[in-house]
């Protein structure tokens, strides 16, 4: 396993410099500058690109990236706290943990209601619990997250006034339900889907039979027996779904004026501030690689049938 978890170690390394050279390129083919404003002169723009170092080759800019990174050192905002860096921007000021409070949320209630949901779906199938399920699941997998979150907003927040319009801080529990219910819904049906499909897979398998032969009760097959096997799909969407969930929620934290990460994402995409676009997309990147590792490393103990090795790849 340790020879399996290294060699995946390295390939991360590599896979993490790829999408810094991709988004660097992206960055880059689009013209513009940070510093260009209505009041900045040529000469302006000019002494900020070398105050930054903008005004090299850009495969020197690339390079110190590298160099950067592998120290620990984000660099520094171009544009939108100027001067301040970018590490302190995001994890100091509250940023990424407030994104990650709130994705931690919602998956919270994604996995609690969806793997529930799934197995009472699969238990009564065939009955109008289960039709009822399957329409529900349908109908959360098919609205877009941001027409929910704008649908919430309206009617629970403007209209009944239930919760805070603009969660601004998240200072109260209110200012959650709908952040959290915008973004775990999708998660809670998917996954509810993916239980009762594998459910019910795993439940026409010979061990079934032979659990049933032998008088356990169906409630205990479904717990105990079917619901151990059928968790291997559910892990193995539970890794990215982290990583997007705490880093992705970019529509979510607009919506709600929540300023997380995903929401300043957005606004230093708009605003070119070329650093905080580059340190984001490596930190999410980066959650998504880890999680996947995760992932298959938690294979194992849900099913000691899984070898991890070199050779299985």
Avoid at 260 to 265: D, E, L, P, S, V
Wanted: with cysteine.
């Amino acid at each position: 396993m340790l020879i399996y978890i290294l060699k995946r170690i390295v390939a991360a390394i590599a896979t993490v410099v790829l999408i810094m050279a991709i988004t660097f390129v992206l960055m880059n083919t689009v013209p513009g500058s940070p510093f260009l404003t209505e009041k900045s002169t040529p000469q302006q723009i000019q002494q900020a690109n070398e105050k930054y170092g903008l005004d090299k080759p850009l495969i020197v800019q690339f390079k110190n990236y590298l160099v950067n990174y592998a120290h620990g050192d984000l660099g520094v905002s171009l544009k939108m706290q100027q001067g301040t860096p970018v590490k302190t921007i995001l994890f100091h000021q509250g940023k990424f943990q407030l994104s990650a409070k709130l994705g931690l949320l919602a998956l919270l209630v994604a996995v609690s209601f969806g793997i529930p949901l799934g197995c009472i779906a699969a238990y009564k199938r065939g009955t109008w619990l289960d039709g009822f399920l399957r329409v529900l699941t349908t109908f959360g997998i098919a609205i877009p997250v941001f027409v929910l979150a704008a649908t919430l907003l309206v009617f629970l927040g403007v209209k009944a006034g239930w919760f805070p319009t603009i969660s601004g801080t998240m200072t109260s529990w209110k200012a959650y339900i709908m952040p959290v219910l915008s973004l775990s819904f999708y998660d809670v049906c998917y996954i509810a889907k993916l239980t009762r499909t594998t459910m019910l897979d795993a439940i026409n398998q010979d061990y079934i039979r032979t659990a049933r032969a032998k008088g356990v009760k169906t409630k205990w097959i479904v717990l105990k027996h079917a619901l151990r096997n059928s968790l291997i799909p559910v892990i193995t969407v539970l890794g990215p779904m982290i990583a997007f969930i705490i880093a992705g929620a970019f529509v979510v934290e607009t919506t709600f004026s929540i300023p997380g990460i995903g929401k300043y994402f957005v606004e230093s995409i708009l605003n070119r501030d070329y650093t905080i676009i580059m340190a984001t997309t490596v930190i999410l990147s980066m959650m998504v690689i880890f999680m996947n590792l995760v992932v298959d490393i938690a294979y194992k103990f849900v099913d000691p049938r899984i070898t991890l090795s070199s050779s299985d790849e």
